[in-house]
């Protein structure tokens, strides 16, 4: 997650550099402070898509969406923070990410990961605790907002966003009606497809909106019949990258 801060990452770093070589400028002290405030309350100040995949995905309002992320591309990341965007209010984003929202709260959200205790799950709940602004969170913090009976996390006027897994039966993937689904890789064979289905179901009376976010290392299942193959259709959307597209990883790395 740090290598997705950017701006004021930088603009810490010159403050540091020069409290080193002039320590006792207390005005400078005061203000990094401030700065480091200002992160520690709300991380999405500095944070923004780091590739034109990246913000093609934040920028994308079809039915569908589909992005396919080489490993290291930042296909999490990017999903977790459209998210964030659409859930949050809109007073707590910067102006650069107000920009791709299109949805005021109370906003319903569902999050479809592989299966519970799961790298990847670990990597989403990871990644969304270093994102969101504190006052963002129901009770300003992730314990009191964090329903582990329900699976739920409450947010500041009214959105939620719930998280179930693809080991679920599918009957649990009913329920409420949802302003969006995220899918956080492809849950394979028949049984995915039918969770795929049951999940647009919650979708209609909202006209609701569905994406997901994968690295195909095994190719693709149902996606590619229904999304990747529908590229041509006005209510779908595919966008491809590989971690070459990554700019914090070195070119050994990639």
Not at 80 to 85: A, G, H, M, P, V
Not at 179 to 187: C, G, S
Not at 234 to 251: F, G, W
């Amino acid at each position: 997650f740090e290598n997705e801060r950017t701006v004021l990452a930088s603009e810490l770093a010159q403050f540091e550099n020069y409290l080193q070589e002039h320590p006792e400028d207390e005005e400078a002290k005061a203000a990094l402070k401030r700065l480091v405030e200002q992160l520690q309350q709300n991380p999405l100040l500095d944070t923004r898509p780091l590739y034109i995949e990246q913000e093609q995905l934040l920028q994308a309002w079809t039915r569908q969406t589909l992005f396919c992320g080489g490993n290291r591309a930042g296909k999490t990341f990017s999903g977790l923070l459209n998210d964030l965007i659409e859930l949050l209010p809109r007073e707590l984003l910067p102006e650069s990410l107000a920009y791709y929202k299109h949805l005021d709260p109370p906003v319903r959200g569902r999050i479809v990961s592989p299966g519970r205790s799961t790298t990847q799950e670990v990597v989403i709940f990871e990644t969304l605790r270093n994102l969101v602004p504190k006052a963002g969170l129901l009770g300003g913090s992730w314990e009191k907002a964090f329903s582990k009976q329900d699976n739920i996390l409450f947010f500041q006027g009214g959105s939620w966003l719930q998280f179930l897994t693809a080991e679920m039966d599918v009957d649990k993937h009913s329920g409420a009606a949802l302003e969006f689904v995220h899918f956080d890789e492809e849950p394979t064979g028949d049984r995915g497809l039918q969770i795929f289905r049951e999940n647009m179901m919650r979708l209609v009376s909202t006209d609701g909106r569905f994406w997901m976010t994968m690295t195909p290392t095994g190719g693709f299942d149902w996606s590619m019949e229904q999304l990747y193959d529908n590229s041509h259709l006005d209510h779908v959307t595919v966008i491809r990258a590989d971690m070459d597209k990554n700019p914090t990883l070195s070119e050994q790395a990639k």
